[in-house]
């Protein structure tokens, strides 16, 4: 495994990291989740992500579980949560958004979901229009005075309001955002290779992106339509679907399976083509994987080794088959 | 029920919320006061006011096993409390006022009593000109970052000691005040209308507000003198008592009757009539209401829907009734 | 009983206090302590004075074991310490001082006999030339941040060294030192009404003066000699035996003499009437009695009625017989 | 037994103290290293310095147990760790440097080895170019204001990252570093005596110098060659092998020789000598004292009483000879 710091900050996360959305507490149950916990484990994988709005809360308990029965030491791994959507399908007013209410409940209700006694990262899941920044700020460094949380960021955020949050937190002398959880793979980039620019520089931003493979789009397995049972299919992932409909759809899936030939020429797998193009940008300190098998995680987890050997000539080919 | 932001915070609140003056651990014991709560929060309201100086403190214990007894989740639901008449008849010098010692003594056992880990709001009942603003902010900023308080107020300050309060704050990188309590109805309008208009716009101040029938004048009950029985024929209550005498108090009672001729034209009560026109005033974050039976509780809370069918002139009509 | 305020603060002390110094742990066992404190309590004292050194530690524990068996309600009194000479008769480097060390292991030792979680008092004893200013005030700021001592202040520092204290408090936005305790009585007057003049208005110091009797030189219980068994005769007080002897020892003993025959003419006792004296300097926030008999406990507390009564001829009399 | 300020602040230690590095949990177990911190304590050490790197914790262990059985009183000695190289010989990514992660995880970690409730003092033991050192700063800042850390300083850092960490952290208003422990003997002096100097003027740096014996070389037993059993023998200690070999190697046996006959015309041991010498500089705050039997200790001991009869004339013949 390779491991690299979170933006300017001191943590060292592994390249390839493992997240519990979707799949966490929905297809899988706690022996699956732990199985999959302990390969990425054996595999040099040390950042675990969730959310508390992953399956409801359910997807942080059975990370809880599995790390506490895999007896993981505790200074080896990171394991983050995210706040904002609250952890009910029907959250009330006050369980959720980035209220110092909101942010500090939801920390402590995650803890004893995920089982652990800080954070390691803790990331505001959203823009929260209805919280001024300056709450939400204050709260996050209660809460890392506190022990409760060692680093905290955000996730989907438009650069402006990282920049504000991070200078209010300088001239407060309160502990700024450290690092952004954006969506990134080779359909979805503007953002972190154009918007997020001038904050690596500036403020040394990390970012820990999701989606690789733009919600399976990039393997390839939506490539003849939606097969039955795959995420798509179910309820929940309507606006999923949509982004296969339509021309716009099509456009994508046609990326994919250029991206697919290019990946059979170079005898590998499309999702492995796919993670190793994100892991190739060295803005990128973690990129999160998803998977519901062993077979898959540890195919996503070939492309580590994949990307070291891409040259600039391939590089450019993917982009070219993407584009 | 509608949820409104406690100013510009993040904290949303109903705005029509529940407290325990007056009644809870009077005439309201265990029993009562959990079946009032238990209505409020089925009507969807999830902010329940309080003060260490009600009942001497015996209203918080009553509301603290009301709120364990029904099991809300804490999460969903804020609590109050306010220091600074003491939880006693007869306090001692030190069991009242805004001193860093009684701010920090009395919220620890208003914590014991309502059976929380923390407040969501903490307000100081009253300036006390015998401490430093300067003390009392430090104390409130101590118990938000240690996780005793989330936000703090005042309650029934001038315009200008809450800013002075404020800059202090600021200038110190410590919590500011974020909330007023001040009395609110057809009665009483020139500082939440006129003296803290500037305070809404400049630091966002939110309000929570009390008394919206004028401790009961404006519901009519005492159009025909003071009833036996009545809030107003007890000891305790005579500069209650006194606001309905002479001139001004035959004025004030005038003013009621006519308010209840109008609510009579429109097919609603006095009472629903007075905390409508209170509700429809955007500045106000929650209306506190008090009641000691289920149906006055419940003809108060039909306030809301008919806050939104007020239209510009009948609104008028109430203010010049009240006038 | 009256109280007043700490300086600018809003802690509220009453004028007399009770100190453990001298008698607590030596001649006074925990049943007699406790009778004095219930006495002290009984006519309104609020605050009760300690420090680590007295006895090595056994008044604070003497004084903590009173406390509880009476039950005194922890909200109604102020208890304190006073961190410099240590704790044992014959400290090791670390064990006394003001290094961040000491302060705040010295405070630790003193809640645990005093038997409380927090002082609400504590006192830097004397200035310590081999610690920076800067380093106790922040171990003094942490205290109180950490919810372990209310309100700090300094005891017989001289006024230079307390305002740089209160600078580098206010510059660091740390909790700034808020009261002295100095000697104060007709023969050492100097300092509070002179030294700590602009401190009053400044940086609105209180002053919880000792000695109010000059170490009983003013009961005139000296004037025929030491008696056997007087604090003078035992050993440990030769400074105080000193301070009798020589030309000035002399001329201290006829100031006490014509105090004795003021008070003679006045019908009061010596004792009161000095500590009648200290009470009508608005400056002092309390005067701390000490006292090994429940007698001469309440001739003491005899002073307060005394005082009010004394008009500004009879003070200029009494400042003359002591001049 | 001497005590000094460390530095500028009011911390004093004992001018000689007594190290685990080497010894601690390999060549000594628990009775062994419980017997040599007795026999240093009876001597007025009141300094015992660790660091988690130590035999991978082991110790820190030992160390702990001793101080335990031996119940030495807690305020009167102080105990260290530092942070950075990791307590496993191979530690995972986020087990070692001077990320807020693992500052925070091995300060706890010590604790529970050393079975202390708070460190007095904690490294960084060596500068971490891939963590910011504000990073650095605010985690000892946050451990401090917890409790945790009494005085946080470096290890082996170059003048300007010790500058660059105090300006820091005077301009967050947090705690700056006191304290710097670098390798000082007659072998290696400009550090200390040149890099340092401005730093004990302006920021009042104080050190804990290590090695005084150049990790042996200056006691002379290397005289005639490596002996078997020695720890130069031993593998792991390669580094200090290299340092006896070729020219270079060749000279310092050299100056040890001339500084054992010096040591020989004097009537003490070159290790008396060459420990005296580290004590006459004003700028050491403690020369750490590494032994594994209690007469090698006791030995040692003895330079400080030697220290104090050295006059000019003779420290000038120390240097020449070391020269």
């Keep these: ?21 979707i799949t966490f507490g929905r297809q899988l ?19 675990f992500d969730n959310a508390e709005t992953y399956a409801a809360g359910e997807a942080e308990r059975v990370m809880g579980d599995a790390l506490t029965d895999l007896r993981l030491p505790r200074d080896a791994y990171c394991v983050s949560s ?28 995650a803890l004893a979901r995920l089982r652990v006694d800080y954070l390691d990262l803790y990331f505001c899941h959203r823009p929260d229009p209805e919280t001024p920044i300056e709450e939400t700020v204050r709260a996050m460094d209660d809460l890392i005075r506190n022990g409760k949380v060692l680093y905290w960021g955000t996730s989907e955020w438009p650069a402006e309001l990282i920049l504000r949050a991070h200078a209010f937190a300088r001239a407060e002398h309160l502990h700024p955002p450290q690092m952004e959880q954006p969506e990134y793979n080779l359909l979805r980039r503007a953002r972190v290779e154009v918007e997020y620019a001038p904050l690596y520089r500036e403020i040394g931003l990390g970012t820990t992106t999701w989606s690789p493979l733009a919600s399976g789009v990039l393997s390839g397995k939506y490539a003849d339509g939606v097969p039955a049972g795959s995420r798509l299919a179910t309820p929940g992932f309507e606006w999923l679907r949509e982004r296969l ?8 899936l046609a990326r994919a399976r250029r991206l697919a030939e290019l990946a059979r020429e170079l005898g590998v ?42 040259d600039a000539a391939t590089m450019a080919r993917i982009e070219a088959a993407a584009a």
Tied chains: 1, 2, 3, 4.
């Design 29 to 47: 149950g706690r022996k699956e989740a732990r199985e999959l916990i302990a390969c990425a484990w054996d595999h040099g994988v040390n950042f």
């Design 82 to 109: 995210k706040v904002y959507f609250g952890a009910s399908a029907e959250p009330r007013p006050t369980q959720r958004g980035l209220s110092r209410k909101h942010v500090i409940e939801a920390c402590h209700q």
């Design 1 to 21: 495994m390779e491991y690299r710091r979170l933006g300017s900050s001191g943590l060292k996360l592994s390249a390839l990291s493992f997240g519990a959305w």
């Design 245 to 252: 409909q339509g021309a716009e759809g099509e456009a994508r």
């Design 269 to 310: 797998t499309s999702a492995q083509l796919a993670i190793a193009w994100c892991l190739n940008n060295a803005h990128v300190s973690s990129v999160i994987l998803g998977a519901s098998r062993r077979a898959q995680l540890e195919e996503n987890l070939g492309a580590l080794p994949l990307a070291k050997r891409l």
